[in-house]
């Protein structure tokens, strides 16, 4: 999950899309406002459009808890601090050829990633 948790903090895409399967799918709530069927690319330019955590010299603040597990696939719960915002995440994995990947992601956020460059296309790019 470091590919995952890094991508995020670094805003680099290709370490997102180490992460994600290609068809991996992401919903959750920011701000109240639902978002559905989000694409691992999507979610690629989303990490692109705010200021990162790494250039702001934000601490790496990151918890991994292994929810549950049965052979090749497991529930990951992250809580981490990114872009501004206190995100809970679950993440759905399944482990392939390649090694583990998510498949599926939802999160929680009770505001919008502070992004004061770039907050209506990154409102454009999730709703």
């Not at 979610?43 to 990151?62: E, I, N, R, S």
């Not at 991994?64 to 497991?74: I, N």
Request: proline share 6%; with cysteine; aromatic share 12%.
């Amino acid at each position: 999950m470091d590919n995952y948790y890094n991508g995020m903090y670094r805003g680099d895409p290709e370490l997102i899309r180490k992460a994600f399967h290609p068809e991996a799918r992401l919903q959750g709530v920011m701000e109240g406002k639902a978002f559905y069927g989000l694409t691992r690319e999507n979610f690629c330019q989303f990490v692109t459009l705010m200021p990162t955590p790494a250039d702001k010299g934000d601490p790496h603040d990151v918890r991994f808890e292994v929810l549950d597990q049965t052979e090749a696939q497991a529930v990951l719960k992250i809580t981490d601090y990114v872009f501004g915002v206190l995100f809970t995440d679950y993440l759905s994995l399944l482990k392939t050829d390649d090694g583990w990947c998510v498949v599926n992601k939802t999160y929680y956020a009770d505001k919008m990633p502070e992004a004061p460059e770039a907050p209506e296309a990154a409102k454009k790019l999730l709703g």
